[in-house]
């Protein structure tokens, strides 16, 4: 029985060292100064989110993978010229989009941003709405594309921690 004790404790330490050093490596920029991928990729979102709202399409040409699928809270999807289009066009009109509670995972050259957005002007109506989103970047001549993104509605007075019911 205490050898087993022993063991968890060990296990338990490990995982909270392991977790430690992923979030701190996460949170601090690579020796020289260069930012991680993480950060790389938090920016490429951000940057997108910025264009969408000032209607920089050709900044969001460049964000944006030529196999984009673009699948929206109502359902719609919608390729890379759709949804260029819908901003220049400005169809897809957006007044602010604030992301939070990103979760990134980078996997090589490819990568998810989860999160939270509140979004203004979306629907027609200009009304806010809060969206989980899943993102999918790959990296492609030394910056990160968005090749995939899926947004669901988030109910009025529901939850947004993730992980949490």
């Given at each position: 029985?205490r050898?087993?004790?022993?063991?968890?404790?060990?296990?338990?330490?490990?995982?909270?060292?392991?977790?430690?050093?992923?979030?701190?490596?996460?949170?601090?920029?690579?020796?020289?100064?260069?930012?991680?991928?993480?950060?790389?990729?938090?920016?490429?979102?951000?940057?997108?989110?910025?264009?969408?709202?000032?209607?920089?399409?050709?900044?969001?040409d460049?964000?944006?993978?030529?196999?984009?699928?673009?699948?929206?809270?109502?359902?719609?999807?919608?390729?890379?010229?759709?949804?260029?289009?819908?901003?220049?066009?400005?169809?897809?009109?957006?007044?602010?989009?604030?992301?939070?509670?990103?979760?990134?995972?980078?996997?090589?050259?490819?990568?998810?941003?989860?999160?939270?957005?509140?979004?203004?002007?979306?629907?027609?109506?200009?009304?806010?709405?809060?969206?989980?989103?899943?993102?999918v970047?790959?990296?492609?001549?030394?910056?990160?594309?968005?090749?995939?993104?899926?947004?669901?509605?988030?109910?009025?007075?529901?939850?947004?921690?993730?992980?949490?019911?």
């Amino acid at each position: 029985m205490r050898k087993l004790i022993t063991a968890t404790l060990a296990c338990l330490a490990c995982t909270a060292a392991l977790s430690f050093g992923q979030s701190a490596r996460r949170s601090s920029m690579r020796e020289g100064g260069s930012p991680t991928a993480e950060q790389q990729l938090l920016k490429a979102d951000t940057d997108r989110f910025t264009a969408m709202v000032s209607g920089d399409v050709a900044t969001l040409d460049r964000l944006v993978a030529v196999e984009l699928s673009y699948i929206r809270t109502t359902g719609r999807i919608e390729d890379k010229h759709a949804f260029l289009y819908g901003i220049k066009s400005g169809k897809a009109k957006y007044s602010s989009i604030i992301p939070s509670e990103q979760e990134v995972h980078v996997m090589g050259t490819v990568a998810t941003v989860i999160g939270v957005a509140a979004i203004r002007g979306e629907e027609a109506d200009g009304s806010d709405i809060e969206v989980r989103y899943t993102g999918v970047h790959v990296l492609r001549d030394g910056r990160w594309q968005l090749v995939a993104w899926q947004s669901t509605r988030i109910a009025p007075n529901e939850t947004v921690n993730p992980r949490r019911g």
